[in-house]
């Protein structure tokens, strides 16, 4: 019998849900499963076990013996965050259809699984389509031409495939941000080694530099960054003389620098916490998507993949007209971000429409970018409150029957079970359920049967190529219930 913390030579031969491969043992006469992470149909790997149930175990790839003969070599430095590069991007497709298709119908008890599915949504680009990345701060590294661990380094770029604590240097474009900032990183990474301060040593929680944040406008092709220090030898970093440099090399893609204190044990961003201070330029930058403008904070929540995010929003907006929406009832966007969603609504239909979000800073922009949208759209009906969704439920019980559609897109972590039945309480006529988490959606499924509404279709949006994510997009009617 296997034991955690065993490597063992495995094939890979077919995929499951999370980004997991199959591998499968004989042991005792019956088939017992590995999940390996992030494993590619097809390739032979030692894997190290690091769960281990009487059932099932899982683990991770330490070496790739043989690489499936489904991959392709691409031109771009290999990242964790793109664990699906070398796989074709119709082999991508394949693999989320076959799996979410399988949540669906495990979790979800869906039966007619494919006479319910409707759209395939590719992104337009397969490449540099993130509008958003975090770079790490390391004083441990992975030197990956010698393939060595290396410490009282100072390295710069992602966290090695399975650490919390070890940042491989990104010296060359990753394909999947922006490709001058990729190819620049490693300059940006010399000027500040220069400066003496130390790296962040994530054992010890000490150090200096912690990460780099960076926002892109496509509209504009700007660059936004945001940088997080801790506060100690904070008098020894020139900020200005980092954002003029930011200038050198970039030009008038630098849409400005923030400073970030960040003092939190934990290796996170965390934007949240901590001082922020504008440095040089602006304090957010602006995106287009559909006709409308966004003002975007570093806080602020918006789509990673603008540019699919509008084939993403136009489905929804064709889900909701696909019901006549009378012109007194309401439309309400829950969990809605900057506004993106409900200022779409706003623009193709005559109706008040109510969006909802806990994020102050979130719901800040959002009512930013309704009154400069307005000059172009009528977005007269178009109201934000701050609010946490399940209280602001709770103590505004006028919505009741006044809701024709409603609208959610909550986090990746899913709606709340209680919150989810006060959504459903309202008793809207029409749900449309946006997703980033299928297995959420999926265990939501038996809730909204139960309390009266039947999935008329969904679809899929690659809103993530190169990665296991995958979104969807379903669209559910209440059942009329016959009174005697």
């Not at 499936?68 to 259809?97: D, H, R």
């Not at 474009?173 to 190819?183: I, K, N, P, R, V």
């Not at 960054?225 to 030898?233: H, I, P, Y």
């Not at 939501?444 to 190169?466: A, C, I, N, R, W």
Request: hydrophobic letters at 35%.
């Amino acid at each position: 019998m296997i034991k955690k913390g065993e490597i063992i030579k495995l094939e890979i031969v077919d995929y499951a849900f999370v980004g997991k491969g199959i591998a499968k043992l004989n042991i005792e006469d019956r088939d017992y499963i590995v999940f390996v992470q992030h494993g590619i149909k097809g390739q032979i790997a030692n894997v190290k076990i690091t769960k281990k149930k009487p059932n099932y175990s899982e683990g991770t790839i330490t070496e790739i013996i043989q690489h499936s003969p489904l991959e392709k070599t691409t031109k771009y430095q290999p990242i964790s965050g793109a664990p699906y590069i070398n796989l074709p991007i119709e082999e991508q497709k394949k693999m989320k259809l076959q799996v979410t298709k399988e949540v669906f119908t495990k979790i979800g008890k869906i039966k007619d699984i494919d006479s319910l599915f409707d759209q395939w949504i590719s992104s337009p680009s397969n490449y540099h389509y993130r509008n958003k990345m975090e770079y790490s701060f390391s004083s441990i590294g992975y030197n990956l031409e010698k393939q060595v661990v290396e410490d009282d380094v100072f390295n710069l770029g992602f966290k090695r495939k399975g650490t919390w604590w070890m940042v491989e240097n990104l010296d060359a474009d990753s394909g999947l941000f922006d490709q001058e900032l990729d190819t620049k990183l490693f300059l940006i990474r010399n000027h500040l080694y220069q400066t003496g301060l130390p790296a962040w040593h994530p054992p010890k929680k000490e150090g200096f530099f912690r990460h780099l944040v960076v926002r892109k406008s496509f509209s504009n092709n700007q660059l936004l960054f945001n940088l997080v220090t801790s506060s100690k030898s904070l008098n020894k970093f020139d900020l200005p003389a980092f954002g003029n440099y930011l200038k050198e090399i970039l030009g008038e893609r630098l849409a400005g620098l923030i400073h970030t204190t960040n003092d939190d044990v934990a290796d996170r961003e965390k934007l949240d916490k901590g001082s922020s201070k504008l440095i040089t330029g602006n304090s957010t930058i602006k995106e287009t998507i559909n006709g409308l403008n966004f003002e975007i904070s570093m806080q602020s929540f918006f789509q990673t993949n603008p540019l699919c995010a509008e084939k993403l929003y136009q489905k929804v907006i064709d889900y909701l007209l696909e019901s006549e929406i009378p012109k007194d009832q309401i439309i309400m966007d829950l969990f809605c971000g900057t506004g993106t969603i409900g200022q779409l609504i706003a623009k193709h239909t005559n109706n008040k429409v109510v969006g909802v979000d806990i994020v102050a800073s979130s719901i800040e922009n959002a009512k930013k970018n309704v009154l400069e949208n307005s000059q172009k759209n009528n977005l007269s009906e178009l109201t934000f409150i701050c609010a946490d969704v399940g209280k602001f439920l709770l103590n505004n019980p006028e919505y009741q029957n006044k809701i024709h559609s409603i609208v959610i897109d909550p986090p990746r972590a899913g709606i709340a079970p209680k919150t989810l039945r006060k959504v459903i309480r309202l008793n809207a006529k029409v749900i449309v359920y946006v997703s980033c988490n299928p297995g959420t959606q999926a265990r939501d499924l038996t809730t909204l049967h139960e309390m009266g509404y039947e999935l008329q279709k969904f679809s899929l949006v690659d809103q993530f190529p190169h990665t296991s994510h995958i979104e969807s997009i379903m669209l559910f009617k209440k059942l009329l219930v016959e009174t005697v």
